[in-house]
């Protein structure tokens, strides 16, 4: 019983780590900010509503068409397939949303992302080799709502790790070179 | 050309059959790999009860339909003739 709890906990958890370095901790998980997550809300919302807008427009415009037997039962069949595939597709941007994380420990950065239903990236990138830690924040409504990019960078200019659309770019970049600077410390002192 | 206004809800049955499909899919990823933190349950909560509201609003309203009733695309075409003006009309 107690050996099926411990799998189902190491199977659930997002914060645990499925291979950890020895004495690693978990320093801070990070999601997209949160107006990402409103954005696509609002999107699809408005999707939702384009049925109601379309039966409107045609009682205006087609008054006729609403008379013919068959056609209203269509229309509401087809409405009710179009709400419930738009809402699935929502379902699927906020799992994304929910699942796309970036954790930080104080010995590495890993990158978690889904890629399409089944398709599940991880990838990591260790404090001794991180070159340097840039953020930007480009356009209105990054800039007006502090959220961007952090991009970590190894000596090896090809290997790149991107924060994409995170709150408080600055804020993380910020909390990377102290980790970054923390490491070299303890990688320096003698044992 | 006629046939029966029930072959649309046989078709939204198939369609039922792979939303659900892909729902399942959806709340799978969301357990296996979300884990246990807030965030995940309220999406997965909220998807379930939209879900369930959506489809309880479409079985009343569906259920009221004569399904019946025999649909005739080529009789009504001279609906298009209407709408422009030219035509005679459909429902006279």
């Known amino acids: 019983m107690v050996q099926v709890q411990i799998y189902f906990n190491n199977m659930l958890s997002l914060y645990h780590l ?56 269509v229309l ?73 990019n952090v991009i970590v960078q190894t000596a090896n200019d090809t290997n790149k790790l991107y924060f994409e659309q995170v709150a408080n770019p600055e804020h993380i970049r910020d909390t990377l070179m102290k980790l970054m600077s923390d490491k070299k410390n303890i990688d320096s002192s003698p044992t | 050309m006629t046939f029966s206004l029930v072959i649309f809800l046989y078709l939204y049955y198939a369609f039922l059959v792979v939303w659900a499909v892909l729902s399942l899919i959806g709340v799978y990823r969301l357990v296996r790999f979300g884990g246990r933190m807030f965030g995940t349950f309220f999406v997965g909560f909220i998807y379930l009860a939209g879900s369930m509201i959506i489809i309880f609003a479409s079985y009343i309203l569906l259920s009221q339909i004569d399904w019946t009733t025999q649909v005739s695309i080529f009789t009504h075409l001279g609906i298009f003739n209407n709408l422009n003006g030219s035509g005679s009309n459909l429902f006279q």
């Open chain 1, 18 to 73: 499925a291979d950890p370095l020895p004495n690693e901790k978990i320093i801070t998980v990070i999601h997209r900010d949160v107006f990402i997550a409103i954005r696509r809300i609002i999107f699809f919302i408005l999707l939702l509503l384009l049925p109601i807008i379309v039966f409107v427009m045609i009682n205006i415009l087609f008054p006729s068409l609403v008379q013919i037997p068959w056609f209203f039962p």
């Open chain 1, 76 to 148: 509401l069949i087809t409405a009710s397939a179009y709400v419930l595939f738009v809402w699935l597709l929502l379902f699927f941007s906020l799992v994304d949303y929910e699942l796309d994380i970036w954790i930080i420990t104080d010995q590495r950065i890993i990158d978690v992302r889904q890629e399409g239903f089944f398709a599940r990236a991880i990838a990591e990138m260790r404090f001794n080799r991180i070159q340097d830690v840039t953020s930007e924040a480009k356009g209105l409504w990054p800039t007006l709502l502090h959220y961007g």
